[in-house]
């Protein structure tokens, strides 16, 4: 078992310097489609070598260009999104300082929020603001947390404002991490005392697991409010998990 171990750790670690050494020479000179198509292939390979399978659940057409919003269970959520549909996102600061994690979300062109700070969230409000009005689909967690496999927490509601003044739409992704009987796998949450070295190592030495992601109906963001917003998202989540 722990040289089992060790050999899945190893890959991981491999592939994170590849990762590395990619952010570091080609994505300042690559285009934003390659970007993405890299970004794509990475976060499959890496989520292979955890034994994560990667499901798109029947569900909603996927929007090229929107907010995306989902509920966030895992420090894995990111890397799920992107294997099927690569997104700008916004997170936490506290995640750019997770070993290596943290630095390839900043290279993939993550934004970081520090809590408390409103002049900065201002400023990247704008920035988000831009990145939609150009095209591209940004996403975030609005728990602001992770919470355990079916709970949905309260969703904060400031930065659903980002889309009603870029004028695009927001869509809800519902994300699962399932066993092979179906039901929530018990090496996925990653919440209270869980750290990131504790959650690796249970994801490494558990059963293989399944991430479903469920995209949702899209919610117009013309004349809402973000709290109207921010709400009905969190219902279409809840409703989708609950589904």
């Known amino acids: 078992m722990k040289i089992r171990l060790a050999w899945r750790l190893a890959r991981v670690v491999v592939h994170l310097l590849e990762g590395l050494a990619t952010s570091a020479l080609v994505f300042p000179l690559a285009s934003q489609r390659l970007r993405e198509r890299l970004t794509r292939s990475w976060s499959r390979r890496l989520l292979g070598q955890c034994r994560i399978e990667v499901e798109q659940a029947p569900g909603a057409p996927v929007l090229e260009h929107a907010l995306i919003v989902a509920n966030h269970v895992s420090w894995l959520d990111i890397f799920v999104i992107n294997a099927l549909h690569p997104c700008r996102f916004v997170a936490k600061a506290e995640i750019r300082a997770w070993p290596v994690l943290g630095w390839l979300a900043a290279a993939a062109g993550t934004v970081f929020i520090a809590r408390g700070n409103r002049r900065e969230l201002r400023h990247i409000f704008k920035g988000l603001v831009e990145v ?20 949905v927490l309260p969703f904060h509601a400031n930065l659903f404002e980002a889309a009603i003044d870029a004028k695009v739409a927001v869509q809800p992704y519902a994300l699962a991490y399932v066993d092979a009987a179906g039901g929530y796998h018990p090496s996925i949450d990653y919440v209270g005392d869980v750290t990131f070295v504790d959650s690796l190592f249970a994801v490494l030495q558990g059963p293989p697991v399944r991430a479903r992601l469920t995209c949702l109906s899209p919610l117009d963001g013309a004349g809402a409010h973000r709290r109207e917003l921010a709400q009905a998202a969190q219902d279409a989540i809840t409703l989708g998990l609950a589904a």
């Open 132 to 151: 939609l009005q150009q095209g591209q689909r940004v996403a975030f967690f609005p728990e602001g947390t992770t919470s355990r496999q079916g709970e």
